[in-house]
């Protein structure tokens, strides 16, 4: 077969389009790496897909994030590969694609898109988390197994990690191909209530997924104004029907559980219902083993 250098210096005079093209860096080393594969006479059969190559690989150049993907097939880098003499265009799933394709097996409602990337390798340890490490661990593998085990309530004062421990928990039962979904309940319930002043929306529909979602994160728990409604009907049914079918659930909140069952007790209209706060706080106990997030707030 020809070769490239003494078919470029022949198409000189001829064509300045398919000079320029061919002298791409991009282009030459693609050509250079197939030179005894390919036959450049046929060139005019694939010349569109290449000068499409050449057009988009640089894009890629510099790229840090999925999020700043310019190629017109999101995530995936343009390839060419030899077919019969020619180059054929093909795309292939890029590292910050491949890397992020656990997500679609976490559902997301309001949870900040930094937790996306948090993973047990980030994530902040020390001495006294040892037995975090131990319980999550043994969770996700537990869980790939199919065994059911207790979710966590993880409880302690705000930045301590609590978010982002069950993020990179979730993160890493996706990968596995294990679904979740992680919430941040404070504006799950203030997104429910705007809701039914608009009758073209409903958010009320995603209490029926959370009920059965396999494995479950509540974020904040506590922090949400308290109802009656809020309490027994949307975080105890979710909570019931949960325990009733034995499926994973996580809790994060700045209060301990007497904390929690105090706050859930009395209403925003001063109702005080220490009864029904008690049966959720139960419900929670029953789902969830609990730990103590103590340390420095590491959002500083």
């Known amino acids: 077969m020809q070769r490239i250098g003494t078919f470029i210096k022949e198409i000189a005079g001829i064509d300045n389009a398919y000079k320029e093209l061919l002298t791409t860096p991009s282009v030459q080393a693609l050509l250079a790496q197939y030179e005894s594969e390919i036959d450049l006479t046929l060139l005019p059969s694939f010349v569109t897909e290449l000068d499409q190559y050449a057009r988009e690989h640089p894009k890629c150049e510099g790229c840090l994030k999925l999020a700043a993907c310019r190629q017109p097939i999101r995530g995936h880098l343009p390839t ?54 131990r319980l999550a661990i043994d ?31 979730a993160n890493e039962l996706a990968k ?36 059965s979602v396999p494995v479950l994160m509540l974020d904040d728990i506590g922090s949400e104004s308290v109802t009656s409604w809020m309490r027994d009907e949307v975080l105890g049914r979710i909570l019931n029907h949960r325990m009733a079918h034995e499926l994973p659930t996580f809790f994060t909140s700045n209060f301990n559980f007497d904390q929690l069952q105090t706050h859930y007790e009395q209403t925003n209209r001063n109702e005080y219902e220490p009864i029904k706060a008690a049966r959720i706080v139960e419900r929670i106990k029953a789902l969830s083993t609990p730990v103590e997030l103590i340390g420095k707030n590491y959002r500083r």
């Open 139 to 169: 969770f996700v593998v537990q869980c790939e197994k199919g065994t059911y085990k207790k979710g966590l309530f993880l409880h302690g004062s705000m930045g301590s990690g609590k978010t982002y421990t069950i993020s990179a928990i």
């Open 80 to 133: 060419m590969h030899p077919h019969l003499g020619r180059l054929r265009l093909g795309y292939r799933p890029c590292s910050y694609f491949i890397s992020q394709a656990h997500l679609e097996n976490i559902q997301n409602f309001y949870m900040p898109k930094v937790v996306e990337e948090a993973s047990f390798d980030t994530i902040y340890a020390d001495a006294s988390r040892e037995e975090l490490f």
């Open 176 to 211: 596995r191909g294990i679904g979740c979904a992680t919430v941040y309940f404070p504006e799950l319930i203030a997104q429910i209530k705007a809701s039914f002043s608009n009758p073209d929306e409903t958010k009320v529909d995603v209490v029926e997924k959370l009920k």
